[in-house]
């Protein structure tokens, strides 16, 4: 049964691997790309950072990635001294301001003087909390890799998605996947690795309910900023790094109950917590309370279905396939 230990020796045995600037050799640009990644739900969340610049997390957290929620990015080289950004074919100023300035990370990490012109396309509603940011993030990496030629592994592919947005880091990979937040200053160990390939459990199944499409009122990244490192917030910290073995366990069990009950108190925890913040935010609606109310009742009807929710008021739904079709049936609201 993996362990968490486990996967630290693992991630110490990467950390030896050469620095990125090595691989860039004098290999000619290629002038556009096209790559697709998938946006990730976490089962144990990620709520606030301990280096705002790096964003190292202050805890390590556990996703499952998305087959259906799928980000196809196009990257060129800019004929320009601008880079020039789209999102689902229109400009997004607040989307821009993020991917410039990660583009400019990326310039300095691997010392390129081009700018370019990014398409970002996603397949689900944006900013809307259904990680977008995650799937956006990790297929502009995987494009920037591939048109400068640079040859990332995964764990330097996850390390620069995570400084576009932290959970981007996940997307890099498919099935279960862990973040641990590391413990090097500069980030070198804070990076993702799949845990379990989505073939370990064919049956398992997240579902979005949609509440609301339109893009969330405040970012998870000031969000973060704004909740309290009060006792709450330490508290959470504390349980949630105990329920990630918990978690693991779970998941290698295939025990649908135990994942998604841990799930949902990591989640409701969460929110308390932002619910704590100065000025308190409250990412629900009443259509997310009622979806929850919802999920309730058909697992005291015997369905096994859990909820988890993220920085904006869409439910997550975590389940099984063969449950699938009566939950959509059930709660009667649009359905990823
Ligand atoms: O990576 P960000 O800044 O979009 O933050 C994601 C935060 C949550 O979605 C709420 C939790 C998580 O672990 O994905």
Known sequence: MPTQKFYFAALLRYSEQSNFKQKRGSKKLMKTVTTKANANIALIKYWGKQDERLFLPTKS???FTLPKLITTT????SSSDRDEVLINQKKNPAAEKNIIRFLDIFRKLHNIKDHFVVNSTNSFPTAAGLASSASGFAALARGLNELCKLNLSNKELS??????????????????????????????????????DSSHWPEFRILVAIVDKKAKKIKSRLGMQQTQLDDCYKEWIQKSEIRINEM???????????????AEEDCLEMHDCIKHADP??????????EIVQK???????????????????????????KYVETIKKELCVEIF
């Open 61 to 63: 957290s556990l996703s």
């Open 74 to 77: 196009t990257v060129s080289i």
């Open 159 to 196: 390390i620069l998605a995570r400084r576009g947005s932290g959970s981007a880091c996940r997307s890099i990979h498919s099935g279960f996947v862990l973040w641990q937040k590391g413990k090097e200053a500069c980030g070198s160990d804070s990076y993702a690795e799949k845990i379990f």
């Open 248 to 262: 693991i366990t779970a998941i290698g069990q295939r025990d649908i109950d135990k994942v998604g009950k841990l």
């Open 280 to 289: 308190p935010i409250d990412y629900w609606q009443e259509g997310t309370r």
């Open 295 to 321: 999920i309730k009742k058909l697992r005291e009807r015997g369905i096994p279905c859990y909820f988890t929710i993220d920085a904006g008021p869409n439910v997550k739904i975590i389940t099984l396939e």
